[in-house]
């Protein structure tokens, strides 16, 4: 019963459960270090102790006040109270698989690569150095529509069906019209085929909207290039005391904070448009991305409000 956390000892509810006075019993047996002989004795026969016991039961159906099992104490470490396998809890071994077994996302060699390039690429643009395992996993908080989280999380892992990782029949998936693989970076930033000056022009008339008036790389993705979203990870950090007060800026860090979250769904939703739109174009038999014809719709996109992620 103790090796399998007690799950098969018959429960009567609560109150009138024998559980604490059998695990009570363990503990002395243990404690004492003697043999205990387990005697069946007759009831309301010549057995002074089954006697002894009768009375005391007595006593305290009378006095209304019967002794509470549950007080007993049993001192920790004398038994198990949880399933024990070779006398280690399940709970200890599980957490032991887990971390010897199951790689944690950024520890896998998948992410590694996008890991150097990140911290490399932050360090170029911005002249800090941040701690990936830090901002990676906010990808997850960061207000970008859902779907482009899911993408970045696939890129950032290797996983993103698209380039050398794909394998269907689709050559648009594979190889770009300007004769490049495909990857994540390469239709964000733009190629030679795709003129996306006119929708980049789009982005910044809504950022210049929503931003302080301020220069700074967070607020003009175009200077991030070539890694066009990783900024996103990390701009509250790279945006904090990062711009001096001065007369037309007196609190620079509210400004930039509040305006944040919008900024970052702007962007966010501004690369997934044009993810979703080259996955269409790639996808639809009948769809073609010109970007040029795209504006008066992409401006519209982006003046909705966010939306519940
Ligand atoms: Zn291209």
């Known amino acids: 019963m103790e090796r399998d956390g007690w799950g098969d000892f018959p429960r009567t509810g609560q109150s009138a459960s ?37 009375s005391l039961a007595n006593e305290g159906q009378v006095s209304g006040q019967p002794y509470d099992l549950w007080s007993l104490v049993t001192p920790d470490g004398w038994i198990d109270h ?26 896998c060699w998948k992410a590694s690569p996008f890991c150097d390039r990140w911290v490399v690429s932050m360090a170029r643009i911005f002249e800090v150095y941040l701690d990936v395992d830090t901002y990676v996993p906010l990808v997850w908080k960061i207000n970008i529509p859902l779907g482009f989280k ?38 964000l930033m733009g190629c030679v085929r795709y003129n996306l000056s006119g929708l980049e022009r789009v982005l910044h008339d809504r950022l210049r909207e929503i931003s302080p008036s ?18 996103l990870l990390a701009l509250k950090r790279v945006e904090q005391n990062s711009v001096k007060p001065s007369k037309s800026l007196l609190k620079p860090n509210e400004a930039f904070s509040k305006s944040r979250s919008a900024r970052e769904w702007v962007i966010g939703l501004y690369f997934w448009t044009l993810w979703k739109w080259r996955m ?30």
């Not at 396998?85 to 599980?94: D, F």
């Not at 957490?95 to 199951?102: H, N």
């Not at 290797?158 to 190889?175: D, F, N, P, S, V």
Request: hydrophobic share 35%.
């Open 82 to 107: 949880e399933p024990v396998l070779a006398h280690q809890p399940l709970s200890y071994l599980t957490k032991l698989i887990v971390r010897d077994m199951v790689p944690a996302p950024l520890t």
């Open 18 to 54: 024998s559980l604490p006075l059998f695990k009570h019993f363990l503990f002395l047996l243990r404690s004492h270090g003697g043999r205990v002989e387990f005697v069946k004795a007759k009831a309301h026969g010549d057995d002074v102790w089954n006697n002894r016991a009768d």
């Open 280 to 309: 269409a174009e790639a996808n639809k038999p009948n769809f073609r991305f010109l970007p040029a014809r795209q504006e008066n719709n992409l401006r519209e996109i982006l003046a909705k409000e966010p939306q519940d992620n």
């Open 150 to 187: 899911k993408t970045l999380w696939r890129e950032m892992h290797q996983a993103q069906a698209i380039g050398h990782w794909y394998r269907g029949k689709h050559e648009l998936m594979r190889t770009c019209p300007c004769g490049c693989e495909l990857s994540l970076d390469h239709i």
């Open 214 to 231: 301020v220069w700074h790389k967070s607020l003009h993705p175009d200077s991030w290039k070539p890694s066009p979203w990783y900024p």
